[in-house]
């Protein structure tokens, strides 16, 4: 096992690029772990334990297959159609307006991979079920925070404007 630490700071810019560099690191690992804690003013530490996959070894920067193919992130286009893009758009609100709430960082809710995964499929995403068969969103995630998602995507596909956050745990 191999353990990779990353620091998130919590200005807008310095998060995002923190969590592209995160985002990128999970492509084609195992995680077996993560670790986080505020390390200073301003920033997080995260520690994440992880072997990587047999294709990592031999091709750097792919994925791993050893998950089944419907919980693989495909490679896709770089561009969002205006739908996707809007949908996208209000995951990343709906993602930060949740992470505020609970006093985590964003990454902790969804990986930009996820919600530009569910922005492009969120035509065919309707049951629990389908959000847990995305790679790095999974059982856990699903169970916190799949209702929402569920409901926030139903909202975004009949209606123009929706809520970005309701807490559907009470």
Not at 35 to 47: E, F, H
Not at 73 to 88: A, D, G
Request: hydrophobic share 35%; glycine share 4%; net charge negative.
């Amino acid at each position: 096992m191999r353990c990779r630490h990353f620091i998130i700071r919590f200005t807008t810019q310095d998060t995002h690029n923190d969590e592209a560099r995160i985002n990128e690191f999970l492509q084609g690992i195992h995680v077996h772990s993560v670790q986080t804690s505020v390390s200073a003013p301003g920033c997080c530490s995260v520690l994440i334990f992880y072997e990587e996959a047999p294709s990592q070894v031999s091709r750097p920067n792919r994925s791993s297959n050893n998950l089944p193919e419907t919980a693989i992130l495909q490679p896709e286009e770089p561009t969002l159609t205006p739908e996707q893009q809007r949908i996208y758009d209000r995951l990343r609100e709906w993602r930060g307006e949740r992470a505020a709430a609970e006093g985590k960082p964003a990454y902790v809710i969804a990986h930009n991979a996820v919600l530009m995964h569910i922005a492009r499929h969120h035509m065919t995403i309707h049951t629990a079920e389908e959000l847990a068969s995305i790679k790095h969103f999974g059982p856990a995630r699903t169970t916190r925070y799949g209702p929402a998602l569920l409901h926030l995507l139903t909202l975004l596909t009949t209606s123009t404007e929706a809520p970005l956050f309701e807490d559907t745990d009470t």
